[in-house]
């Protein structure tokens, strides 16, 4: 079985690379605001995410109830409890960083094109995996800073969960709501340029990752993240992946799913949203300089659920007999 590698894994790498080398750009001094660029593209990619959003397919899901409660519970309440578990292991604030980027990613929404993707490949239910997948990001907008709010709260001094949801409200909920208003209008040409919108969204997140390394990278503070760090780090994303999957799976088992609602209720279920995790840092951690210790995990986990969900999905399509 062949397996290309994935072209925006690779802009990422590149992105961080680029990051390193020069960033001065994405620095605090820097006489580009990017801040202000990236806040603006965020607002258009959740307008154009709304334009594709069809109310009356949103209503027609809603049948389903068992597993898109199912998806919507791993999403939100199995990963950040699974990540909760390992709280008390924590003890220095150098781990509590990157505890807190892991819980950061569990408390994340599912990403939407993959999932239907890959439910697509491995013959899964399709209108379930569009809705779940549609859906968990209007979620995400209120369930991760509440989820988020718990420990930044405590942590740093200048989180204010009413000043965050005033953003989330005017950079993603507002243009998401105005881009459902013009679907009817718009919908169609959205859908015909779909491809010309998803670049655009990745180079968004692209800009994103870069001003947030670049960042970090010239605060230093890469340089107390020694290599066995990334290491278990690695490990744990691979772990927190698996734990997910089975987990979904034995559940799907006892509530009688069929194959095809099981295949999306795991595809869909242990899925984490870049696009959402590079958008919510920014508004959520604001100026951290430890933003890409943040984003670190999840961008691991993106690069890694499209890996072996690829792998699952064509060995789904094409089983032994």
Same mark, same amino acid.
């Not at 605090?28 to 990017?34: A, D, E, I, R, V």
């Not at 809705?131 to 991760?144: C, D, H, K, R, V």
């Not at 890469?222 to 490990?235: G, P």
């Given at each position: 079985?062949?397996?290309?590698?994935?072209?925006?894994?690779?802009?990422?790498?590149?992105?961080?690379?680029?990051?390193?080398?020069? *960033?001065?750009?994405?620095?605090?001094?820097?006489?580009?605001?990017?801040?202000?660029?990236?806040? /603006?593209?965020?607002? #258009?990619?959740?307008?154009?995410?709304?334009?594709?959003?069809?109310?009356?397919?949103?209503?027609?899901?809603?049948?389903?109830?068992?597993?898109? $409660?199912?998806?919507?519970?791993?999403?939100?309440?199995?990963?950040? +409890?699974?990540?909760?578990?390992? #709280?008390? /292991?924590?003890?220095?604030?150098?781990?509590?960083?990157?505890? +807190?980027?892991? &819980?950061?990613?569990?408390?994340?929404?599912?990403?939407?094109?993959?999932?239907?993707?890959?439910?697509?490949?491995?013959?899964?239910?399709? *209108?379930?995996?569009?809705?779940?997948?549609?859906?968990?990001? $209007?979620?995400?907008?209120?369930?991760?800073?509440?989820?988020?709010?718990?420990? +930044?709260?405590?942590?740093?001094?200048?989180?204010?969960?009413?000043?965050?949801?005033?953003?989330?409200?005017?950079?993603?909920?507002?243009?998401?709501?105005?881009?459902?208003?013009?679907?009817?209008?718009?919908?169609?040409?959205?859908?015909?340029?779909?491809?010309?919108?998803?670049?655009?969204?990745?180079?968004?997140?692209?800009?994103?990752?870069?001003?947030?390394?670049?960042?970090?990278?010239?605060?230093?503070?890469?340089?107390?993240?020694?290599?066995?760090? +990334?290491?278990?780090?690695?490990?744990?994303?691979?772990?927190?992946?698996?734990?997910?999957?089975?987990?979904?799976?034995?559940?799907?088992?006892? #509530?009688?799913?069929?194959?095809?609602?099981?295949?999306?209720?795991?595809?869909?279920?242990?899925?984490?949203?870049?696009?959402?995790?590079?958008? &919510?840092?920014?508004?959520?951690?604001?100026?951290?300089?430890? $933003?890409?210790?943040?984003?670190? *995990?999840?961008?691991?986990?993106?690069?890694?659920?499209?890996?072996?969900?690829?792998?699952?999905?064509?060995?789904?399509?094409?089983?032994?007999?």
């Amino acid at each position: 079985m062949n397996f290309k590698i994935d072209k925006f894994i690779l802009a990422i790498a590149t992105t961080v690379f680029l990051a390193y080398l020069f *960033p001065q750009l994405g620095s605090k001094s820097s006489p580009l605001n990017l801040d202000l660029i990236a806040s /603006l593209g965020i607002s #258009l990619i959740f307008f154009f995410y709304g334009l594709k959003l069809s109310p009356e397919k949103i209503k027609t899901g809603l049948k389903n109830w068992k597993l898109h $409660l199912l998806v919507q519970a791993s999403t939100f309440i199995l990963f950040p +409890l699974i990540v909760l578990l390992f #709280l008390p /292991l924590v003890h220095s604030e150098h781990n509590k960083n990157i505890w +807190l980027a892991f &819980f950061f990613l569990a408390s994340l929404p599912s990403t939407v094109s993959s999932s239907v993707v890959m439910v697509s490949i491995a013959k899964g239910n399709i *209108p379930a995996a569009i809705f779940n997948a549609s859906i968990s990001g $209007l979620i995400g907008i209120a369930i991760t800073p509440l989820w988020m709010g718990i420990f +930044l709260n405590s942590s740093n001094s200048n989180f204010d969960l009413r000043e965050i949801y005033i953003k989330l409200i005017t950079e993603v909920l507002l243009p998401v709501i105005l881009g459902l208003l013009l679907h009817r209008y718009l919908g169609k040409l959205a859908t015909r340029y779909n491809n010309y919108l998803s670049t655009f969204d990745k180079s968004v997140i692209l800009l994103i990752i870069y001003k947030s390394f670049a960042t970090s990278f010239d605060e230093k503070v890469f340089n107390a993240l020694e290599v066995s760090n +990334l290491v278990v780090i690695s490990m744990s994303v691979i772990i927190l992946f698996y734990l997910a999957y089975f987990i979904t799976g034995i559940i799907s088992d006892k #509530l009688g799913f069929n194959l095809e609602d099981k295949i999306t209720a795991q595809f869909c279920g242990t899925k984490k949203s870049l696009v959402h995790g590079t958008i &919510f840092s920014k508004i959520l951690f604001q100026n951290a300089t430890t $933003l890409g210790i943040v984003l670190l *995990p999840i961008m691991l986990f993106h690069g890694f659920q499209i890996f072996i969900i690829s792998i699952l999905a064509n060995k789904l399509s094409n089983p032994v007999k």
